[in-house]
């Protein structure tokens, strides 16, 4: 859990090709964000840990990141620290491709291990919007074998019916949405005799319907 009044907010820098990146292979886009924080404590160093399903263990991608007088994760380029290019001080820009509806699970962990703050971060969500509703289909697993129906702003506390269609085979199934007006269900799209599909899912709820689609199985998992 993260620390008591500790947060992390993501805000995009501008889109670069990944020919662009050193090192890079291939021709797709990534998207550098910078990290700002609020209630850490800024006189410390941070790792930054990405967790990946299905195994749950942390991976530690980046180590010896402090943050400036105004929150904003940097590499202050002293010894001990991650270092830039830029220079001292330099914002870290996080760069992680991804796949359509991939979701990154990450936390900023100080590295006395008493403070710490959870986020995610989804670079090419998969999203639509039906009259103010919102539904999104998440990527929990690579080749989407399991994916996250998240609606929001739903009316609140009401009955809601989620339909699917996977290479025509149809379900359906009813719930209801919480008290915020927000409603999830996990699926594990699969047919028989095929490899690959489409997912298709519609949420209705009293005055709205939004629906969306995700790829499943072999190489749907291409980065974009």
């Known amino acids: ?11 995009m820098d501008k889109p670069i090709s990944k020919k662009d990146v050193p090192g890079a292979e291939g021709n797709y886009t990534v998207r550098p964000y910078l990290l700002h924080t609020t209630g850490l404590p ?5 790792q930054l840990a990405e967790v990946n399903f299905p195994n749950l263990d942390p991976q530690v991608e980046m180590v010896g990141i402090g943050l400036n007088s105004e929150g904003l994760a940097i590499c202050p380029g002293r010894p001990g620290t991650c270092r830039s290019e830029e220079g001292p001080d330099d914002p870290v820009d996080l760069i992680l491709p991804a796949s359509m509806g991939q979701v990154h699970h990450l936390a900023l962990i100080s590295e006395d291990d008493e ?18 509703c919102t539904l999104e289909l998440q990527r929990v697993l690579p080749k989407a074998e399991l994916v996250y129906v998240s609606a929001s702003n739903l009316p609140p506390d009401r009955d809601v019916k989620l339909d699917s269609n996977l290479a025509g085979e149809k ?5 209801k949405s919480d008290s915020l007006g927000n ?3 996990a699926l594990m799209p699969a047919v028989k005799g095929k490899d690959r599909g489409t997912l298709h899912v519609t949420v209705s709820a009293p005055g709205c319907c939004p629906s969306a689609s995700i790829d499943w199985g072999a190489g749907s998992d291409h980065f974009e």
Do not use: C, E, W
């Open 183 to 185: 409603y999830g269900v």
């Open 171 to 175: 379900h359906g199934g009813t719930g």
């Open 42 to 46: 800024r006189d410390k160093l941070y």
């Open 115 to 132: 403070d710490r703050a959870f986020f995610t971060l989804t670079p090419f969500p998969i999203r639509a919007v039906d009259k103010g």
């Open 1 to 11: 859990m993260s620390t008591n009044g500790a947060t992390v907010k993501v805000q």
